[in-house]
Nanobody, 119 residues
Framework: QVQLVESGGGLVQAGGSLRLSCAAS????????MSWYRQAPGKEREFIAA???????NYADSKKGRFTISRDNAKNTVYLQMNSLKPEDTAVYYC?????????????WGQGTQVTVSS
């Protein structure tokens, strides 16, 4: 059974920074792609960034520059560093993992962590 547990969310003022963590249990972490998504109230879940087991990253165009994804395979943990936060970044942030080739395989979600950015 794979579990993803996000942490690091909270309340921050605009312009501030947060680092989210997602700890994965199970033995698929070192092979799988790890991703971050977010969902704001009344909006669809949107992709932020992904990182392969080898460290290759991919970002949504709108997230380049302020968000940085990284992973520590020894700790089975993926991170999302968020800088220069804006009120519109307020959302629940979710961690996702999936097989590097077949996206629907070994696909799991965390429970989410709330990020609130005050103006």
């Amino acid at each position: 059974q794979v579990q993803l547990v996000e942490s690091g969310g909270g309340l921050v003022q605009a312009g501030g920074s947060l680092r989210l963590s997602c700890a994965a249990s199970g033995n698929i972490f070192r092979f799988n792609v790890m991703s971050w998504y977010r969902q704001a109230p009344g909006k669809e879940r949107e992709f932020i960034a992904a990182i392969t087991a080898g460290g290759v990253t991919n970002y949504a165009d709108s997230k380049k520059g302020r968000f940085t994804i990284s992973r520590d395979n020894a700790k089975n943990t993926v991170y999302l560093q968020m800088n220069s936060l804006k009120p519109e970044d307020t959302a629940v942030y979710y961690c996702n993992t999936h097989h590097p080739i077949v996206i629907t395989k070994d696909n799991y979600w965390g429970q989410g962590t709330q990020v609130t950015v005050s103006s």
